[in-house]
DNA sequence: TAATATCCTACAAAATTAGTAGGGATTTAT
DNA sequence: ATAAATCCCTACTAATTTTGTAGGATATTA
């Protein structure tokens, strides 16, 4: 499941992504128009930032813009920032590998599952973008 | 990701898959050949018994069985018992289903695409099974 | 220089996950 | 009947992750 911070993540992109080319959106006005705690909300969007997602702007004026449009900003990138893993075991991880101890990768039976269920699941996420969650 | 408690129940069921037919299975011979902490082991037993997945014999020869043939276990079975939900969002899930607070189902675009991504996943791990996980 | 806004570091509370302890209940063998 | 073997139940503890909060530093604009 995605936490909690994933979801608020999504919201404020959801919010950025309809004000996409109308200038900066503050913080605290993503924070009351979708109800997210305004200093955890400070915490993901400079994550979402340092990850090249967002463009910032300080002073009076400023705030957040998407770096990109929409249609450009897939869901699985933002999953993979916020949330971690999309895969259900380290070992079959893209981006987020780590070897398991006791298993031999080449014959493990549960490594396969995992691979062809990860795929069917990046499928959609990587296809899938901000635009198409605003788009009514 | 599965929860570690998750990846011991797949490794102890494979054991008592690649054992099916052959009788019951003691709590201390699989925590030691999959190396998995004993007392451990015995709650994740016992939680795949009550759920009906395993069937268990008290006292000297007893031990645990698989209730039906490894073929008839899928993988989203056995997630759900142990893991959880298989939806990115409790408002997606088929099993552990809640509504969101703030979102109007109909309409909402994060929702749409949680569940073409649920689709997707579930397609995969309600088709392989057991069977799959041990067959080299 | 004052106001506005993001940014940084650190902490704290709550929830979840992982694992342990100790003994009770049931079955089998002697 | 009794002892041994084995699962089962309740409860606790420890570690980790998630969900925030606090307070101020830094940059920009007017």
Do not use: W
Request: proline fraction near 4%; include cysteine.
């Amino acid at each position: 499941m995605l936490s909690k911070k994933t979801q608020y993540a999504f919201r404020a992109l959801a919010h950025l992504a309809l004000e996409y080319g109308k200038g900066p959106v503050k913080i605290s006005s993503i924070s009351i128009e979708q109800r997210i705690p305004l200093k955890f909300l400070e915490n993901i969007l400079v994550e979402l930032k340092n990850a090249g997602m967002l463009e910032s702007k300080k002073g009076k004026g400023g705030g957040y813009v998407l770096k990109t449009s929409p249609k450009k900003i897939d869901l699985a990138t933002v999953i993979r920032i916020i949330n971690g893993p999309i895969a259900l075991l380290p070992c079959v991880s893209l981006n987020f590998y780590e070897k398991c101890k006791d298993c031999d990768e080449r014959t493990c039976g549960m490594r396969k599952m995992m691979l062809i269920a990860r795929d069917a699941t990046l499928k959609v996420l990587e296809k899938k973008t901000l635009e198409d969650i605003i788009k009514e």
